[in-house]
């Protein structure tokens, strides 16, 4: 039955032995880590997917005042409008340690406090339209943020998650059973080892005695 | 310090300028591809694409999912929300659950 030749020997009885009490541990361990993992990226998925409805929905929101705004001004003004952006926005990446998965947390920074600093242009030329599409985007960034944040996480906990469910099934079903297998070979084969010796033993007894008192003779 | 930058055809992509996101107008594949990865490796952390560009750029996008930065999210364009962002997310349960369990009403509804 064992599929791995092993030399059936004490010496590798013992060390199969102490790897096998390891790969157990591992198993329940590793278990026990897949099953938090998959507790945390449940809850954050359906984080996500709330996240990213309320998303869409403001993005299309946001879209649609843009096309409006785009209806009653030209191209050019609209380029002109929008080539210089007062406003700036840059990341500071924390990390998260979830079991071992870093996840990345986001704090956004603009470079200027005034929350007036997303129109970039002067309110002359340009429709109405165009500032309340700017406004309802710019609503919508930390949310957005906050969704990089979530979905990010989820791909790195779904990829972790897959790896761990991996080793737990390969400890599970193939490592822990092959061992066992090859303890149970090497058991038996000293075990008949043993018995083959104390057998010759008792019939090497036998002769000794045979020879010495000659029974069979005395017998006849 | 990272930065956050905006890909996607251009009357999709135009309005974050305003407020100080990086906008990177791209139609064509190709360049869209040269254009994503020369942002992922010069401090770009999170990367938002427009979906109908992250179809045709589907290789280039997976290959930074299972990479701490940067971070690439779809967004729906001006042209309307294919549903691409939520296989997205869908496809992080299969990948992880091996089914879809979050889903799964909302498919039998639209079935």
């Known amino acids: ?3 791995v030749h092993v030399n059936p020997t004490r010496m590798e009885l013992t060390r199969l032995k102490k790897k096998l009490v390891t790969a157990i541990r591992g198993h329940k361990l590793l278990k026990d880590k897949r099953d938090e993992l998959m507790r945390r990226f449940l809850d954050l998925v359906r984080e996500n997917k709330a996240l990213r409805e309320k998303v869409e929905q403001g993005i299309a929101a946001a879209n649609r005042n843009f096309v409006l705004a785009r209806s009653v001004m030209s191209d050019e003004v609209l380029n002109v409008a929008l080539m210089a952006p007062k ?59 906050r969704l990089a944040e979530c979905e990010k996480a989820c791909q790195l906990l779904a990829a972790e998650i897959e790896k761990t469910r991996r080793r737990v099934n390969a400890l599970e079903h193939v490592m822990i059973p092959e061992m066992q297998d090859s303890i149970r070979y090497i058991t038996m084969k000293l075990d ?5 010796t104390q057998i010759r ?20 | 310090m990272y930065k956050i930058a905006v890909m ?8 974050f300028a305003a407020l100080g996101l990086d906008v990177y107008p791209a139609a064509e594949p190709a360049q869209a591809a040269k254009t994503l990865r020369r942002l992922a490796e010069s401090g770009y952390a999170v990367i938002y694409i427009t979906e109908a560009l992250a179809d ?34 869908r496809k992080s349960v299969e990948q992880a659950v091996g089914s879809d369990i979050i889903f799964n009403d909302e498919n039998e509804k639209s079935r």
């Open chain 1, 1 to 3: 039955m064992a599929t």
């Open chain 1, 201 to 220: 033993l008792m019939k090497v007894k036998d002769m000794m005695l045979e020879q010495a008192h000659h029974y069979k003779e005395k017998m006849q």
């Open chain 2, 56 to 89: 045709a750029l589907e290789p280039e996008v997976d290959r930074y999912r299972a990479q701490r930065v940067p971070a690439i999210i779809l967004i729906p364009g001006v042209s309307g929300n294919t549903g691409a962002g939520m296989a997205h997310v």
């Open chain 1, 87 to 145: 406003q700036e926005v840059t990341l500071e990446m924390e990390t998260q340690n979830v079991m071992s998965v870093e996840i990345p947390k986001y704090h956004y920074k603009t470079r200027t406090s005034d929350a007036n600093d997303i129109y970039s242009y002067g309110y002359a030329f340009t429709s109405g339209d165009l500032d309340s599409a700017v406004k309802s985007l710019s609503d919508l960034l930390p949310d957005m943020l």
């Open chain 2, 8 to 15: 996607g055809d251009r009357d999709s992509v135009y309005g």
């Open chain 1, 192 to 196: 008949e080892n043993e018995r083959s």
